[in-house]
């Protein structure tokens, strides 16, 4: 693999936006649209009635990044156990914003299907998907959970003939599975737009598209100044907000970076993930998601990516992927952040690799009926080789406050989250409101 480079800069640092006193102020300001920004302002609107949460997104409309380009997968915790520490954010946040997800699903009638997931081990791997099953039979709740009679985490270790009498079309070759019930599918656009609607019908909750952040300074101790500029307007507001949650996904260390010294700027990195839709031979009976055993020789990809899966939509159609490519940024500066949107025209540059991974479990799936589908982007903050990186929650203070012995109020950033993003997103939302706001702004 050639040199991945990372990119490393910072929102304004230029210098073209002057500094502005706020014309207004808010709350809680929550950069970012996608479902973790979404999710934490409609908790933020519920939890806190008399307070006034603002959201904004650059795009037209929501989750039009990282959260419309994604597997759809509610993980059950399975897959994530075979790379993640038990006790990573990662983990727990994946246990604990399943179950909210499927608690939110029924509640609202979002769409939604739980139809359980194989890992499928070949040979040598046994040993693999064995320890998966004993860290599954050890692991407790996690924070927030009522505690039931019921594992955590359920999951069963079937011979290859077991995995075979569920799914047929599995290869010979497959002699071990570990089968994880509690894995499903989830319509992502209705989670969003029903997070959409509950922060448009709060009390204090307002919405705004189309609208960027392009200068972020910490004011007088006591909150933040906020510059954004909406649509093509050349002349921006300035928005005092007593708290910043920064859920800006891609562009969230570029945000954080502002406020930092140039040796603290966080480090992006940017990896490409194709998907290919698939209607032909070898599928025929499938009816559960089916995911490899991670690559664990020299070609080890388990931190980076959980493999190329089959999973459906909820239409039923089955897609394969994501695949992993590296991208390095052409240049190094602030206008090179959104590079990576001329990566996400979909080709088939990678089918052939695709459907080499994908028969090695289901031998029967023919190259020519695999079609590029869509391309996603996920966010890194360690390259290739890198090893584990947790979600990364940061907390920044805009200063002392006066005679209060304080740091003033915070902007947490959210940064780092990919998969398992979608599924832990309820539970990321729950974690910074109630854990790491909640007691400071009790009325």
């Known amino acids: ?30 950069i970012g649209g996608g479902v973790v920004g979404l999710s934490v302002a409609q908790r933020l609107a519920y939890r806190f009635p008399t307070l006034s949460t603002f959201l904004v997104e650059r795009h037209t409309r929501a989750g039009e990044e990282t959260s419309s380009r994604n597997s759809e997968v509610v993980h059950s ?11 990573s954010l990662k983990t727990q946040l994946c246990l604990r914003g399943r179950d909210l997800i499927y608690e939110r699903c029924k509640a609202l009638n979002i769409p939604y299907k739980k139809m359980g997931k194989l890992v499928v081990a070949k040979a040598g791997q046994e040993s693999y998907i064995a320890r998966l099953h004993s860290k599954s039979m050890q692991l407790n709740w996690p924070p927030n959970s009522v505690p039931q009679s019921r594992l955590v985490l359920p999951t069963k270790l079937l ?21 994880c019930p509690e894995t499903g599918i989830v319509d992502s656009h209705a989670l969003l737009e029903s997070l959409e609607k509950d922060i448009i019908d709060s009390d204090g909750g307002q919405l705004v598209y189309s609208t960027r952040v392009v200068r972020v300074d ?13 649509g093509d307007s050349e002349q921006g507001d300035a928005i005092f907000a007593r708290t910043v949650i920064n859920a800006a996904g891609l562009s969230g260390p570029l945000i954080v970076n502002s406020i930092l010294p140039d040796q603290d700027w966080i480090p992006m990195y940017f990896a490409r993930g194709s998907y290919a839709s698939y209607n032909g031979p070898g599928i025929s009976k499938v009816s559960h998601l089916i995911y490899p055993c991670p690559e664990t020789g020299p070609n080890a990809h388990a931190f980076q990516s959980l493999g190329t899966h089959l999973t459906f939509d909820m239409q039923g159609r089955v897609r394969f992927g994501p695949d992993i490519q590296w991208l390095s940024p052409p240049g190094s500066s602030e206008q090179d952040v959104d590079f990576w949107n001329n990566h996400l025209v979909p080709d088939d540059s990678k089918l052939i690799e695709m459907h080499d991974a994908v028969t090695s479990y289901l031998p029967r799936v023919v190259l020519e009926k695999m079609q590029p589908d869509y391309v996603g982007i996920r966010p890194k903050l360690v390259p290739p080789g890198g090893g584990f990186q947790d979600f ?8 002392e406050r006066r005679g209060r012995g304080r740091q003033g109020n915070p902007m947490i950033s959210l940064l780092g989250i990919e998969s398992p993003g979608l599924t832990s997103s309820l539970a990321i939302a729950e974690l910074v409101v109630e854990g790491l706001l909640g007691a400071a702004n009790e009325q």
């Open 1 to 30: 693999m050639s040199h991945i480079r990372a990119l490393r800069t910072a929102l304004n640092s230029n210098g073209r936006y002057k500094f502005k006193p706020p014309e207004f102020d808010v709350d809680f300001l929550v």
């Open 77 to 87: 915790g399975g897959t994530v156990l075979l790379v993640l520490p038990p006790a």
């Open 159 to 179: 011979s290859g003939a077991e995995a075979r009498s569920m799914e047929p079309e599995l290869s010979q070759d497959i002699v071990a599975a570990l089968w």
């Open 218 to 230: 910490a004011f007088q101790g006591e909150g933040w100044v906020v510059q954004t500029i909406t």
């Open 392 to 399: 990364l929650l940061r907390t920044d203070h805009s200063g």
